[in-house]
C-alpha cells in the first residue's frame, strides 16, 4: 500500500464524515422544529422553554428507569428495595406532571 492509497482513503473517509454531519445536521433541525411546534423548543432563540424543560425532566425520568433494568441495576437488590426505588421514581414523574398541569 502506497501513500497515495492511504491518502485516497482519507479522502474517501473525510467525504463519508461530512455526509453523515449533514444528515445527522437535517434530522437534528427536523427534530427541533417539531419540538418548537409543540412548544418545547424555541427554534429562532436556540432556547429550551418552560415546557421543554418538563418534557426533559419527564424523559430523563423514563431513561432512569430503562437504564435500570436493561442495566440489570436492580438484580443485586431486595424486592423491597426495588419496590422502593420504582416509588420514589414514580413519585418524581408524578410531582413532575403536577408542576405541569
Known sequence: MSWRDDAEDIE??????????????????????VLDHFGYLDFASERVTERGRWLADC?????????????????????????????????TRIATMRTWN
Open 12 to 33: 474517501r473517509a473525510e467525504r463519508r464524515i461530512g455526509k453523515l454531519a449533514r444528515i445527522s445536521l437535517a434530522a437534528f433541525r427536523t427534530a427541533a422544529r
Open 59 to 91: 424523559m430523563s425520568i423514563d431513561f432512569v428507569n430503562w437504564r435500570g433494568a436493561r442495566g440489570r441495576l436492580f438484580t443485586s437488590l431486595k424486592t423491597t428495595q426495588v419496590a422502593a426505588v420504582i416509588a420514589a421514581l414514580a413519585a
